[in-house]
């Protein structure tokens, strides 16, 4: 764990039935798409969107006497996951064979790691709050091929079958059932997507199925969890049902929620639960049956014959150690320690790679911390999201947003200039301090010039200099009026030291 780190963990939530009260208990199954240009065990393109059945190899096929050969870099990015998530690399690990049947699946069988996966034990900090988050155990990470997509609404009387899929490299990323609420659930799937994106090693594009979860769901009445965390004795809790391929964190929470409720009221109802896989239909907000639990043996796992077991040598491992990124953690930490961050503010600037980056080169030529990040998180993102727009696609560079920080700190522009100036750039461009020349646009700081407009709105407004003495917040009445009179040129700083001179306040 992060030395720096120091967190309360969050309450349990309670869901109160109709005659006791229950505690949620959760583990989560990512399944992430490996960021590679070439599937698991064939060269075949793995790029979204291309004609139905054009990225399928003879291998992915199924092809009589086709042969699977590892994809290196697919190894390369599982350990690199591994170690983003502080797990154990294993330098032995081998492939099985899931054996089940389905159109998607040519072959009859799916290449898995069942007995010996590539990553360990590991874990996960997810943030609930400042100060507040939970620590999630992660038990494993293992390879595995992706299925194909069977399409059943593009014909009244035919399926569809699209292989595009079929082999494309998958980590599955399985938790212990440490996570306890909806919220939770939600907050480590999106911790999970900001890690494996900081990695490069999925893009963690949930709409294109990229990143999807299985959620395993039971519920128990307080204190049976504290038993289990002491013994791991899964007897503790309750019977867990999967709800299968979520890629929306609205969603999973309410899956989760309504699963609960589900299975509180049978075993209120003094029945049982079935250990089950259940699909979560959206439009009428409800779990429903797909199939019975299967264990390990129903699929009749056996290790695959056609693959060596993979050995990798621990300084391959460690040079890969070697290129990892700043992680979210330790950026957010220092964000708060170098630039005076609060640990919201640190923790909305580095939910994306991107965002952070943004942040950083601003403060190159802006200098001031906190004031750059005020600028990136309210005006910058603010009018991004009005606009419907991304980082990556925002009119104005770091280099230009950092250019009209540098502005304010220098007092050649104030706070509201500034604002016109922002509009400038965004909608037109240029340079920000060739424009407060051109435009006429710098704070007056000439304290002559400032006095006498502070002496004028005084010598005009006398009923509203008693009121102001007799009450000394009246007097920004008069801060208004005197940057109103200069155009909103006049140092703010300057005119609040006069006007309370001048009022004897």
Not at 394 to 399: E, F, G, M, Q, T
């Amino acid at each position: 764990m992060l030395d720096h780190l120091e967190f309360t963990t969050p309450k349990v939530k309670t869901i109160a039935g109709a005659t006791d009260d229950w505690e949620l208990v959760i583990g989560m199954e990512i399944h992430a798409q490996v960021a590679s240009k070439a599937k698991l065990f064939s060269g075949a393109s793995t790029q979204f969107g291309n004609e139905p059945n054009s990225n399928v190899s003879f291998v992915d096929a199924a092809m009589p006497g086709m042969l699977p050969v590892i994809n290196e870099f697919c190894v390369e990015q599982a350990v690199r996951t591994g170690l983003g998530l502080k797990a154990d690399i294993n330098l032995f690990s081998a492939f099985d064979r899931k054996n089940y049947f389905y159109p998607d699946l040519p072959q009859g069988y799916q290449i898995s790691q069942l007995y010996h996966p590539i990553v360990g034990e590991g874990e996960v900090i997810v943030d609930m709050e400042p100060g507040v988050a939970r620590l999630v155990r992660i038990e494993r990470i293992h390879l595995e091929q992706d299925a194909g997509k069977s399409i059943h609404d593009m014909d009244p009387n035919m399926s569809f079958v699209d292989l595009n899929r079929t082999g494309v490299a998958l980590m599955e990323i399985v938790s212990r059932p440490d996570i306890r609420g909806p919220e939770e659930a939600a907050a480590y799937v999106l911790k999970m997507r900001q890690i494996l994106r900081y990695l490069g090693t999925c893009d963690g594009n949930m709409q294109n199925g990229n990143l999807r979860a299985d959620v395993n769901v039971s519920v128990c009445r307080p204190g049976q969890y504290e038993k289990y965390q002491a013994t791991q004795d899964f007897g503790h809790l309750g019977t867990r049902c999967e709800i299968k391929n979520m890629n929306s964190t609205r969603f999973i929470q309410m899956a989760i929620d309504y699963e609960a409720r589900r299975q509180i009221a049978i075993l209120e109802d003094g029945g049982e639960v079935d250990q089950e896989t259940r699909l979560y239909d959206a439009a009428k907000n409800e779990t429903r049956s797909m199939r019975s639990k299967e264990e390990a043996h129903d699929y009749r796992y056996f290790p695959c014959p056609d693959l060596l077991p993979l050995e990798i040598e621990q300084a391959w491992v460690d040079d890969i150690a070697k290129t990892l990124p700043e992680l979210p953690d330790e950026k957010k930490a220092r964000f708060v320690k170098d630039f005076g961050l609060s640990e919201y503010d640190a923790g909305v600037l580095t939910a994306e790679t991107e965002n952070a980056d943004y942040f950083e080169k601003v403060v190159e030529t802006g200098k001031d911390g906190k004031l750059s990040a005020n600028w990136v998180i309210n005006e910058l993102f603010g009018r991004l999201k009005k606009d419907d727009k991304g980082i990556d696609t925002c009119p104005v560079s770091p280099a230009q947003l950092g250019g009209i920080v540098a502005l304010i700190t220098a007092g050649d522009i104030s706070g509201k200039i500034a604002k016109d100036l922002f509009e400038i750039v965004y909608t037109e461009g240029g340079d920000p301090a060739a424009l407060v020349e051109e435009r006429g646009m710098k704070q007056v700081t000439d304290m002559g010039a400032i006095e006498a407009a502070v002496d004028e709105v005084i010598a005009a407004n006398p009923d509203q200099v008693e009121k102001a003495k007799a009450n000394p917040k009246l007097a920004g009445w008069f801060v208004g009026q005197v940057m109103k009179a200069s155009g909103g040129k006049a140092n703010p700083a300057a005119v609040n030291k006069l006007i309370a001179e001048k009022l004897g306040l």
